[in-house]
T-cell receptor, first 116, second 118 residues
């Protein structure tokens, strides 16, 4: 149980276009989802926290107008990278947890974004 | 703020060798501590956890003890296998931090690459 999927697993887009990444909890309801960015051979950097039905909370230094997050339901959160540039190329990972009192986060397999 | 520091990698071992990956942390509240593992081409998986001081988390032969006095959570395994080759992340979650509004955000260490040779 506790499976989180991401789609697409890999995407290549042209500079200036927007890309949407989906994160789904397949067998549980996720009241909270997190979006991370992982650079090569580096750790995960938390970008934002999203709770179902409310606005996402962004970490310092993350542009909320560039990285749009929508947590539309208890099983789906989306990250849209708007007007993507090559420096946005990265590995984006989402995670989900079942409630504010739950400790464990379940991670998706990640999405490799390449902006050309 | 919260932070996690892991020993620098990469770590290269022969099969059946003893493994230690050091992890220390700083936190304002009473964190829970985790080790996550990321196998090549896959997402992060929870390896083990400890939610209070002196707890020992264990899984798949790995173990780590929550040491509040040394603010550490070192990962150990007595005999590693080739299949243990992966990146290991130490992390903490401070549910009680910031008036309980942290939503259990995870703070990760930088990750340690482990390669085990036959």
């Amino acid at each position: 149980g506790a499976v989180v999927s991401q789609h697409p697993s890999r995407v290549i887009c042209k500079s200036g276009t927007s890309v949407k990444i989906e994160c789904r909890s397949l067998d549980f309801q996720a009241t909270t989802m997190f979006w991370y960015r992982q650079f090569p051979k580096q750790s995960l950097m938390l970008m934002a926290t999203s709770n179902e039905g409310s606005k996402a909370t962004y970490e310092q230094g993350v542009e909320k107008d560039k990285f749009l997050i929508n947590h539309a339901s208890l099983t789906l959160s989306t990250l849209t990278v708007t007007s993507a540039h090559p420096e946005d190329s990265s590995f984006y990972i989402c995670s989900a947890k079942t409630g504010t009192g739950a400790y464990e986060q379940y991670f998706g397999p990640g999405t490799r974004l390449t902006v050309t | 703020g919260n932070s996690v520091t892991q020993m620098e990698g990469p770590v290269t071992l022969s099969e059946e060798a003893f493994l230690t990956i050091n992890c220390t942390y700083t936190a304002t509240g009473y964190p829970s501590l985790f080790w996550y593992v990321q196998y090549p081409g896959e997402g992060l998986q929870l390896l083990l956890k400890a939610t209070k001081a002196d707890d020992k988390g264990s899984n798949k032969g790995f173990e780590a003890t929550y040491r509040k006095e040394t603010t550490s959570f070192h990962l150990e395994k007595g005999s590693v296998q080739v299949s243990d080759s992966a990146v290991y992340f130490c992390a903490l979650s401070d549910l009680e931090g910031a008036g309980g509004t942290s939503y259990g955000k995870l703070t990760f260490g930088q990750g340690t690459i482990l390669t085990v040779h036959p």
